[in-house]
């Protein structure tokens, strides 16, 4: 017979911002393994930008950070833990997968759709939300989400099935994971290696859309925006808002990264590791200008503003490219 109430104490990630690496801390702390939200980015290799317009999307939509999941991945083998990973398009299963981790006395981390979670305010589809479930009872998910979101929250188990069983951009297949395993490396050697593939990454990317050339782009159709758009004071001031609050394309992840840069320049002494937190200290706040100038536009319909975020944007392209070359030269 199946248990009612499965709480699984002390699991918690205490002023995340990010989703993302929320979840992740919350399950690495239940291990005992203890980073900060910069590090963990940073060893995720999070740091990122995609502009990505199509046919089925109402309005472009601006990523600051690697495809979802990839973050998690990436730290958990910098770190050496083992993760496990399950998906299936089966309800059932899906909640099986849940239950047997829980089960087992291990918090269980989930990519879901946040639309259909209770607790959010923002009704807005987007697949690549994460979460750590800590349990359930008889009709909720007790979940640990950002601070931005409540931290621990609940939401129905109808709900948290509609989230995980979403189809839709970003959105997997109930996806659902489990870590285990203590800290087996050197954290100096890791942190080298997770700066120069995240260079190496965003300064070589294979299509114009993505890293700078991302932002090259976005710089060249924001102009555009109040004619793409049916509502431009929604999508507009929506576009800022998860800029700034959800990180999609804004400040957020620059000083996630900015942060991560200057805890590992304690750990690693390399000259370009200082010089390259320096610049991304001088990065971040420009993109809370973007973020603004989008807003404003929206709100105002004038095309002034955006003219003006792009030529933010142009230069944030020049100097992130910059940063990352610097960056790639870490010995």
């Known amino acids: 017979m199946q248990p009612e109430h499965v709480i699984i104490e002390n699991v918690a990630f205490p002023a995340g911002q990010h989703c993302e690496t929320t979840a992740l801390g919350a399950l690495l702390r239940h291990?005992?393994?203890?980073?900060?939200?910069?590090?963990?980015?940073?060893l995720g290799e999070g740091l990122g930008f995609v502009y990505w317009d199509a046919k089925n999307l109402d309005f472009p939509f601006l990523g600051g950070r690697v495809k979802p999941f990839e973050l998690t991945r990436t730290a958990a083998r910098h770190l050496g833990l083992t993760l496990d990973v399950q998906e299936t398009s089966s309800a059932r299963k899906a909640w099986q997968n849940?239950?047997?981790?829980?089960?087992?006395?291990?918090?269980?981390g989930l990519q879901l759709?946040?639309?259909?979670l209770e607790y959010f305010t923002a009704k807005v589809h987007f697949g690549g939300h994460f979460v750590a479930m800590r349990g359930y009872d008889d009709t909720n998910a007790h979940l640990v989400d950002t601070?931005?979101?409540?931290?621990?929250?609940?939401?129905?188990?109808?709900?948290?099935?509609?989230?995980?069983?979403?189809?839709?951009?970003?959105?997997a297949r109930n996806l659902s994971y489990t870590i285990?395993?203590?800290?087996?490396?050197?954290?100096?050697?890791?942190?080298?290696?997770?700066?120069?593939?995240?260079?190496?990454?965003?300064?070589?990317?294979?299509?114009?859309?993505?890293?700078?050339?991302?932002?090259?782009?976005?710089?060249?159709?924001?102009?555009k925006w109040l004619d793409r758009s049916r509502d431009p004071s929604h999508d507009l001031t929506l576009a800022a808002t998860l800029m700034e609050r959800g990180g999609t394309g804004g400040s957020l992840f620059r000083a996630l990264y900015r942060d991560f840069?200057?805890?590992?320049?304690?750990?690693?002494?390399?000259?370009?590791?200082?010089r390259g937190h320096q610049l991304y200290a001088e990065i971040a706040p420009l993109w809370t200008e973007v973020a603004q100038h989008i807003a404003k536009a929206g709100e105002t319909g004038e095309t002034g503003h955006l003219t003006q975020a792009s030529t933010l944007l142009t230069d944030l392209a020049d100097r992130e490219h910059h940063a990352m070359q610097v960056l790639s030269g870490l010995r």
């Not at 047997?100 to 269980?108: C, N, T």
């Not at 601070?147 to 959105?171: C, D, F």
Request: hydrophobic letters at 35%; aromatic letters at 4%.
């Open 31 to 42: 291990e005992g393994v203890e980073f900060s939200e910069p590090m963990l980015f940073g």
């Open 98 to 108: 849940v239950e047997s981790a829980l089960g087992s006395g291990r918090p269980v």
């Open 113 to 116: 759709d946040s639309y259909h």
């Open 147 to 171: 601070a931005q979101q409540g931290g621990a929250v609940t939401t129905t188990l109808e709900s948290l099935e509609r989230a995980r069983g979403e189809r839709g951009p970003m959105t």
């Open 180 to 223: 285990t395993g203590s800290e087996r490396t050197d954290l100096g050697a890791a942190i080298r290696r997770a700066i120069s593939n995240n260079a190496a990454t965003f300064l070589t990317p294979p299509i114009a859309n993505l890293g700078h050339r991302g932002i090259g782009k976005a710089a060249k159709q924001v102009p």
């Open 261 to 274: 840069l200057a805890e590992a320049a304690t750990i690693v002494d390399d000259d370009n590791l200082v």
